[in-house]
């Protein structure tokens, strides 16, 4: 997709991984406008020439507030980057079942209803992208956030279902799979994490190339690892 002059709508883009993407978009002639849960993030981001649409993915009122901010408009691109992390997840405490549900509405149900809702604006563009960010987790789980990776891996499934649904249509469907980003999410983990910016760009370079699914960087070799062996790639990922 050429996105000079294409509409597009990033949730979750007043930080992280969202943000870098829609810097990138703009700075390639893409009109954007980004969703966010922090006014003062999202009052940065209209400064800097974003529209910008303040809420809470997880409630259904911020799903209302998306539709809504778009609705008439002429959106050719929908990233559904917006996502939680509910990673140290201990399965056998009830206590933590109030995070699992805020990360499944987050992760999962939101961008299903949003492709619910948008899909029709998307089918009438002559030219409409849809990207789906899941995650490398969404390949094989790591063993401290089983709720996350099956939002994730919930989301990929969806994304190519979707994808064969559409096929014939002029909406291409795109899955973004990113490794460990250094973003607010994973600030409490250690170890090599790829920056919001670099992974971004794979993500627009994949946009603008018309790719169906961008894997990004260590992703790619995870991907080579399960097409040979999908229970290494298990054991591999289980132990993080």
Known sequence: MDV???LALVTGGSDG???EIALQLQALGADVIVTGRSPEKLQAMAALGFGTIAGDLSQPAGIDAVVSGVAGKP???LVNNAGVGAMDYVVDDPANLDTAADCIRTNLDA????????LPGLKAQPEA???NVTSGLAIAPCGSGAVYCASKAGLRAYTQAMRYMLKGSHVRV???LPPVVETNMT???AGKKLSAHDCAAEIVRGIRTGKTEINVGMVKMLQIVHSISPALARRIMITF
Do not use: N
């Open 174 to 176: 795109i899955e973004a």
């Open 111 to 118: 961008p299903i209803a949003l492709c619910a809702h948008l």
């Open 187 to 189: 600030k409490s983990r």
């Open 17 to 19: 991984i969202g943000r």
């Open 129 to 131: 992208v849809i990207v």
């Open 4 to 6: 000079r002059g294409k």
């Open 75 to 77: 959106l050719a691109l």
